[in-house]
T-cell receptor, first 114, second 113 residues
């Protein structure tokens, strides 16, 4: 089944403890992206990747890192999480970044930083 | 997720009626627009898109209208069904695709059986 998977789905952690949220797609998509979703603010783009080893900042990259060493995986790294990073995170992918392609979203990761 | 729907503008529609969800966008350079549907506990799902060289596009039971003069986008859902209950987001891009996408805050559609 074609899908975008994220792990973990739920995570409660403490300030300063490094964590990684994984994202994987099995559709051979070139483009992948991370968003955070907060009440009243909608989805905001954190980082995106046009292809392997090509990443760029979105609107809210501060406090996050990403890597794209292989096409299928696009992990989101929080080196030193803070409470303001408590949010619902979504990974998305599409065949390319072009508008002729549909973007597919993962199921979300709910992160709480205490 | 569940908390996404809180504090959002809500549109309540009787089952079988047509729904119109509106969105104002801010960037006059935006050239690609997308509507997403997000059900409780799930990620957003693509519904329909439109490029800036068009003012109307139709899909199955959905129509998107674009008015660039007033920077307004609308999503029309015909014969609204209970399964249409969700939060709807518009999104805009000025790269012609998903490269950098800005989402609106969303509208909650509640279908009354």
């Amino acid at each position: 089944e074609a899908q975008v998977t994220q792990n973990p789905r739920y995570l409660i952690t403490v300030t300063g403890k490094k964590l990684t949220v994984t994202c994987s797609q099995n559709m051979n998509h070139e483009y992948m992206s991370w968003y955070r979703q907060d009440p009243g603010l909608g989805l905001r783009q954190i980082y995106y990747s046009m292809n392997v080893e090509v990443t760029d900042k979105g609107d809210v990259p501060e406090g996050y890192k990403v890597s794209r060493k292989e096409k299928r995986n696009f992990p989101l790294i929080l080196e030193s999480p803070s409470p303001n990073q408590t949010s619902l995170y979504f990974c998305a992918s599409s065949p390319t970044s072009g508008s002729t392609d549909t973007q597919y979203f993962g199921p979300g990761t709910r992160l709480t930083v205490l | 997720g569940e908390s996404v729907g809180l504090h959002l503008p809500t549109l309540s529609v009787q089952e079988g009626d047509n729904s119109i969800i509106n969105c104002a966008y801010s960037n006059s350079a935006s050239d690609y627009f997308i509507w997403y549907k997000q059900e409780s506990g799930k990620g957003p799902q693509f519904i329909i898109d439109i490029r800036s060289n068009m003012d109307k596009r139709q899909g199955q039971r959905v129509t998107v209208l674009l008015n660039k003069t007033v920077k307004h986008l609308s999503l029309q859902i015909a014969a609204t069904q209970p399964g249409d209950s969700a939060v709807y987001f518009c999104a805009e891009s000025n790269s012609g695709g998903y490269q950098k996408v800005t989402f609106g805050t969303g509208t909650k559609l509640q279908v009354i059986p």
